[in-house]
């Protein structure tokens, strides 16, 4: 059964709480805990929660768990026959004045939600609850994140199969009807795959929502969906009374925090950290605030972000702090990893910010994470992406790494075929990276047949036609069938130019590829024809473009080739001067006397001539590489 309606119902809903039961208690997170009189005396590890809309105990070592009424029946009439247990457990209960929780000065927004849809959600906390504890992949899930299904239960975890009819019979025999259901869990059947369940109450713990989470790690749009419609800038896992809250950014980031003892944690829920947030926050008592947040690919983005939610708790008055995590680290793994202390202590020793300390802190992460990233790298490992067919090359700059290289060559046309080159060998070499490859002066259609040439070391005409050789039509099959699994599995993608594709399209949209794929890298060819909107007090179309590609580099911090044209003379390259002057480095290719020379060239680097080195190409697919050496 999955609760006792007839004997426990009256009493939870009457706002009996453990404090009434006479034991120490202490406060763990938004639970209380105490000694374990059922099995040790001395070991805290019996949990008060009331995670299911009222109190219940249970014990994390011996399993003990029920309501308070089985409590008093177990602790102080453990000798009496059950039924006579139970009526003066009851009795006992019932003499007691409940708590008055309702202040007369509360904050209006303290007591929004209520009535009934928190009758209809709390009814689906408790049928997900029961679910969870039926459900083998709902353990593993949990399992695999470091939770029991017994911590899970503290704050009424559930599982839903997707399936509403189970639950709609349950709820009938509650005496909730289906257009109750309906109205209240008004997404309950528009998303039918399982799910875990996690219930969202507001300061005075009435649950307003209760959101799904997928049960693997796709990058699914829905991963997280709402069953209830509500409001969606109160902050998950809010109480009332907390002075110092930690904001976090995922559900089990502050879930773990609050298993581990941390108070005042919240999360929100992967939104965007407003106003609202932090008004119902110090409406709820908070007088200081510390943002924790993952580190981001556009650190500089999350900078002024972090200005941004500065600004906005210095309007409501409120002191603020924020902490940027290590790479690739969460609230949830510091905590497993380190313990709570170690998030308490970090919290503590960071200042508050101000405008100009922000700045500070900022700087000291990131001097420290550079270090960390420099000491983690060991010395035969090349710090950038590799290049199987430029072994040389990729020894003497350490791989390809963030930056913005200009490439070009005599005669010009050839600067295409090492842009080709370079980028089919970046994605063959490298299993965990995508290219976007960008043609703005050549038809998408030409660059698939050259990218099947080189793979099959035929012409580009020979791959636009059947062939009277059945072996090389073979060829030309495996190879396009290679290179459709490129952009199947998100390796590779060639846009061409388009009417309204500008500067401003171009670096949102690779914003949008850096969050999903890290590891990005961009190859731009033919950047005199990128359409410029902005910069429009720059005279010099050269100076305009080049400006773009520092936006898109700064923005972004990936490496960026971008294929223009140069000029060499007896002073060395000559040609636009905003690009010599913004790359990072310079590829020129020559033709010489039959050959073809490499040259990389860098004034930022502190050495002129990174590299030089003779390349070969293949006399049917003009494919390139380093030419072998001999002796």
């Avoid at 609202?276 to 972000?305: M, P, T």
């Avoid at 000291?364 to 040389?392: R, W």
Wanted: glycine share 6%; aromatic share 10%; hydrophobic share 35%.
């Amino acid at each position: 059964m999955l609760i006792d309606q007839e004997h426990a119902g009256i009493i939870m809903r009457a706002k009996t709480h453990p404090r009434q039961l006479g034991i120490p208690l202490s406060r763990w997170g938004r639970n209380l805990i105490a000694c374990c009189p059922f099995h040790s005396p001395e070991e805290t590890s019996l949990f008060f929660y009331d995670a299911l809309g009222y109190w219940r105990y249970r014990c994390l070592q011996c399993g003990s768990e029920g309501d308070l009424v089985e409590f008093v029946m177990r602790s102080r009439f453990n000798g009496l026959e059950e039924p006579a247990a139970r009526a003066e457990a009851v009795d006992f209960l019932g003499t007691l004045e409940p708590e008055h929780e309702n202040k007369q000065d509360e904050h209006p927004w303290i007591k929004e939600i209520g009535g009934e849809k928190s009758k209809v959600l709390e009814s689906f906390v408790r049928y997900c609850h029961w679910a969870a504890c039926k459900s083998p992949s709902s353990a593993d899930f949990l399992a695999a994140r470091g939770w029991s299904i017994g911590q899970a239960q503290l704050y009424g975890l559930g599982y839903y199969s997707g399936d509403p009819e189970p639950f709609v019979s349950y709820c009938m025999l509650s005496g909730i009807e289906r257009h109750e259901i309906s109205f209240y869990l008004d997404n309950l059947e528009a998303y039918h795959e399982p799910r875990i369940t996690i219930p969202a109450r507001n300061s005075k713990g009435l649950i307003h929502s209760v959101y799904g989470r997928v049960l693997d790690d796709s990058d699914s749009p829905h991963r997280y969906i709402s069953y209830a419609s509500g409001p969606c800038d109160i902050p998950f896992n809010i109480q009332s009374d907390i002075s110092k809250p930690l904001i976090v950014e995922g559900f089990f980031d502050a879930l773990t925090a609050d298993l581990a003892g941390i108070p005042g944690v919240v999360s929100t829920m992967y939104q965007e950290l407003s106003l609202s947030h932090l008004y119902k926050l110090k409406a709820g008592g908070a007088e200081e605030v510390c943002v924790i947040l993952r580190r981001e690919q556009d650190r500089r983005e999350q900078e002024f972000r972090i200005q941004k939610y500065l600004k906005m708790a210095e309007s409501l008055g409120l002191r603020f702090k924020s902490i940027i995590l290590p790479k690739g680290e969460t609230v949830d793994q510091v905590i497993r990893k380190n313990s709570a202390d170690e998030l308490i202590s970090l919290v503590k020793g960071t200042e508050e910010d101000t405008v100009h300390t922000h700045r500070r802190s900022m700087l000291l992460q990131d001097i420290k994470e550079n270090f960390d990233t420099a000491m983690g790298c060991p010395p035969d490992v090349s710090v950038g992406y590799t290049l199987n067919t430029f072994p040389k090359l990729t020894r003497e700059i350490d791989g390809i790494q963030s930056g913005c290289f200009y490439v070009s060559s005599k005669p010009f046309g050839l600067k295409t075929t090492l842009l080709s080159s370079l980028a089919l060998d970046l994605v063959q070499s490298n299993p965990k990276l995508k290219l976007v490859y960008i043609a703005l002066e050549t038809p998408r259609r030409q660059i698939f047949d050259r990218f099947v040439a080189m793979l099959i070391g035929e012409s580009v005409l020979t791959v636009r036609k059947q062939s009277e050789d059945e072996s090389v039509n073979q060829k030309i099959l495996e190879a396009t069938r290679d290179l459709m699994g490129f952009v199947r599995s998100n390796r590779l993608e060639i846009w061409e130019d388009q009417p309204s594709f500008d500067n401003w399209e171009l670096l949102s949209t690779l914003k949008e590829e850096v969050k999903e794929h890290s590891n990005l890298v961009v190859v731009i060819d033919g950047i005199d024809h990128l359409k410029v909107t902005d910069h429009t007090d720059l005279s010099d179309i050269h100076e305009r473009r080049s400006a773009v590609i520092l936006d898109l580099y700064k923005a972004l911090d990936i490496p960026m080739f971008v294929g223009g044209e140069l000029i060499d003379s007896e002073q060395g390259l000559v040609g636009p001067r905003a690009y010599l002057r913004d790359s990072d480095a310079i590829y020129w290719l020559e033709s010489k006397g039959g050959n073809m020379f490499l040259t990389v060239d860098s004034k930022r680097l502190g050495n002129n001539q990174l590299y030089q080195g003779t390349l070969s190409i293949d006399p049917q697919s003009n494919r390139m590489q380093e030419a072998i050496e001999f002796g």
